[in-house]
């Protein structure tokens, strides 16, 4: 199927050359050969999927920036004195003059199918006014095309977040009952479900942002929302969690195919070799040069069960448990997120176990979730061609099981047919799949820095953060439940190393991995990794816990936290040509 997020129409060419509220663009299309059929209004749409997640923005590499994931630098939203209102971005307002300019001329016009495109468009935009509410709070709320002698609107003030989030439940609103489309093979186009299970992703993250921001006074109206989680994510048909034929792999084979399966993904972005459409998703995760080199911290880790359903971290030892022992009888999306024993690769056409890689991992646990084409030389070429996903079920199945622990309606069956269902997938047996939990586990108190307790809502947490790694949300999370303190808190730390020297990782009979500090020594292996740890404070270097052994320690330089981070500041650029916009708080 063509894929229609490369579509680039006249059409957005012609309606689309704004970046700010005052700068109009002319019109130069035919009104009537877009509005007056049907297949007008479709090209026209297609423009609006510009608004998605691209092929390498805001999906596999949106957590990079969170409490999961060890990554090279620090990033300028949390480095020191590098965000401020002469860095920030992101007043951009051309694709809402788009949306709004098509909405108001598919109203007038006489197509029978207008209405259909119209929920469309109000979809799109509910996503973008979701995307400007996360970033700024207040924006001005915009539903109609602004012309050039209306200062009034151009020069006005921004609205309150919360009634532009009322009426981006409206747009969801429209648009689920107006789109014709109820689901679609490919996964690539906007259906009724889609429209649906976005709103289960909007409502949650506004709910609990109202909930845990205290300071807007809201928690009253978070009740409501987390019951339109609920009623949405019911009325989601058609769909259930993946299964394969080989249980370790149920879970991985859905980020790797290059077609997805249509039984879990609602939405995805699709690739195309033939058409040279590739991402970097492979690259990104296995080069030891190009980007983040992201890699997991043991923290988070820590936080997969043993199969049997019973937390990790009930074990005696665990903290100094080596790493080819904690990986063991562990819940099995852990070995399809990152390399573990059995984990192999191609290299020259040649099948070949493959450990994790120290010149690749800061950490040990190396990501292996995207890579669906682990080919030498190809690794530091960007040309993956699996398709990425934006929305799948299992993300509705734990917003819903997060509005049902919120609003303390969580049953054993809804328990059973949300959180126990992800847990059978990945193996995991016992009681915990049935039964609601009712005691908190400590380690996810003390994880949480003691602000949540309720033992139901804890592992929905711990369930919702393995399952959706390294799909872009954890960020979102972070700053809805306003606990942006673990953007910096959180350490940086790998695998228990218990001494100095080589180790095999994944009993092969190989060394794997040499740690040493001062002079580098000299090993036979011409495949080892070596591993400096000698004592150090600079920034890029790694370091054991304990000197000479302990957790790998990442130092990525210094990253800060402030809880006016909630809110990027208004450009400074924008606040000079319109001053009624104002400040966010503390960016003054």
């Known amino acids: 199927m063509k894929n229609i997020h490369y579509i680039i129409s006249f059409l957005l060419i012609a309606a689309v050359t704004s970046c700010n509220l005052d700068e109009l663009p002319v019109d130069t299309a035919s009104n009537q050969a877009i509005f007056g059929s049907a297949n007008g209004l479709e090209l026209y749409s297609n423009s609006f999927y510009n608004i998605l997640p691209g092929t ?21 939203y949390l480095a020191v004195n590098a965000l401020s209102p002469i860095t920030s971005s992101g007043w951009s307002w051309s694709d809402l003059r788009n949306i709004n300019y098509f909405i108001e001329n598919a109203e007038k016009s006489s197509v029978t199918e207008k209405n259909h495109y119209i929920g469309m468009a109000r979809f799109f935009r509910a996503l973008f006014y979701f995307d400007k509410v996360k970033r700024f709070g207040d924006v001005p709320w915009i539903d109609q095309t ?28 429209y648009a689920i009952k107006n789109i014709t489309l109820t689901s ?43 019951q339109e989680v609920v009623n949405t994510a019911n009325e989601i048909t058609g769909y259930t969690l993946h299964q394969g034929v080989q249980e370790d792999r149920s879970y991985r084979e859905i980020f790797i195919s290059k077609v997805p399966f249509a039984d879990e993904t609602i939405l995805t972005v699709a690739l195309d070799a033939s058409l040279q459409v590739f991402s970097s998703a492979n690259r990104r995760f296995i080069s030891p040069t190009y980007g983040n080199r992201p890699s997991l911290t043991r923290n988070f880790v820590n936080t997969y069960l043993n199969l049997d359903g019973t937390p990790f971290t009930s074990n005696p030892g665990y903290k100094t448990t080596p790493f080819v022992d904690e990986v063991k009888n562990r819940d099995l999306r852990l070995k399809q997120t990152v390399r573990l024993g059995d984990y192999r690769r ?13 010149n690749q991992t800061f950490t040990g646990y190396q990501p292996i979730k995207w890579c669906y ?68 586990d400590p380690y996810l108190v003390n994880y949480y820095k003691g602000k949540f307790t309720n033992p139901v809502l804890l592992e929905v947490f ?10 872009g949300l954890r960020p979102d999370d972070l700053r809805r439940w306003h606990i942006g ?10 695998m228990y190393v218990p001494g100095l020297g080589e180790y095999d990782l994944n009993s092969d009979g190989k060394m ?35 000197g000479t052994s302990g957790e790998v320690i990442f130092n990525p330089g210094v990253r800060q936290w402030m809880d006016k981070k909630y809110l990027y500041p208004i450009p400074e650029s924008d606040v000079i040509r319109n001053p009624a916009l104002g400040q966010n708080p503390g960016w003054q």
């Open 462 to 471: 711990r369930e919702r953060a393995v399952e959706l790694v390294f799909e």
């Open 373 to 440: 084409d682990e080919r030498f030389p190809y690794d530091d070429e960007s040309r993956n061609d699996n398709a990425h996903i934006i929305m799948r079920y299992a993300e509705v199945l734990l917003n819903k099981a997060e509005a049902l622990a919120e609003l303390g309606n969580m049953t054993p069956v809804q328990w059973t047919e949300t959180i126990g269902a992800l847990r059978a997938r990945a193996g995991i047996t016992g009681s915990t799949l049935t039964t609601l939990p009712s005691v908190a």
């Open 512 to 546: 794997d991995v040499l740690f040493y500090q001062g002079t580098k020594p000299t090993s036979s292996n011409p495949a080892i990794a070596f591993v400096d740890v000698s004592p150090s404070s600079a920034a890029g270097r790694l370091q054991l816990s304990n």
């Open 346 to 358: 191609t290299e020259n056409g040649v099948s070949v176990v493959a450990p994790p890689n120290f």
């Open 56 to 76: 390498d923005v805001g999906v596999f590499q949106g957590d990079d920036v969170s409490d999961l994931v060890a990554r090279n630098g620090v990033d300028n």
């Open 485 to 494: 303190e673990l953007f910096e808190d959180s350490p940086m730390n790998g």
């Open 184 to 226: 679609d093979a490919s996964s690539t186009r906007i259906t009724k479900n889609v429209a649906r299970a976005y709103k289960t992703r909007i409502a949650l993250f506004e709910a609990s942002y109202r909930k845990y921001h205290a300071e807007y006074g809201m928690q009253g109206t978070s009740d409501a929302w987390y």
């Open 146 to 173: 602004i012309e050039i002698t209306d200062s009034v609107t151009l020069y006005g003030p921004r609205d309150d977040r919360f009634m532009v989030m009322d009426k981006v439940l409206e747009d969801l609103d």
